[in-house]
Nanobody
Framework: VQLQASGGGLVQAGGSLRLSCASS????????MGWFRQAPGKEREFVAA????????DYADSVKGRFTISRDAAKNTLYLQMNSLKPEDTAVYYC??????????????????????WGQGTLVTVSS
């Protein structure tokens, strides 16, 4: 599965961005999907995840109430709507996919090692 993340950029604190993640190689409908981010000098961290049916979602505490993960099966695309952005949200954001055969668990969807496929990342910079 080839994933392509886009939508990053420079935004002022309090602003919004919407990230997209598309696959041209295979349908994403049979995968649970997630967004992760990695700031300079820090480890990759979980941001949000969504099940293959969109019936379940999970968020990192740091983004709850500000970010929304969604997916559009018809467009074969995953989204991350980011509102009320803060300077500490600055990072490279990665989308990732794991086959639904792995199941859905609030504990495991937060683990980067659970995901088999990764996009190339898109940089989000939030200025103060």
């Amino acid at each position: 599965v080839q994933l392509q993340a886009s939508g990053g950029g420079l935004v002022q604190a309090g602003g919004s961005l919407r990230l997209s993640c598309a696959s041209s190689s295979r349908t994403l409908s049979r995968y649970n999907m997630g967004w992760f981010r990695q700031a300079p000098g820090k480890e990759r961290e979980f941001v949000a995840a969504i099940s293959w049916t969109s019936s379940s979602t999970d968020y990192a505490d740091s983004v709850k109430g500000r970010f929304t993960i969604s997916r559009d099966a018809a467009k074969n695309t995953l989204y991350l709507q980011m509102n009320s952005l803060k300077p500490e949200d600055t990072a490279v954001y990665y989308c990732a996919a794991v086959p639904l055969s792995s199941g859905w668990s609030p504990a495991t969807v937060k683990l980067p090692g659970e995901y088999e496929y990764w996009g190339q990342g898109t940089l989000v910079t939030v200025s103060s």
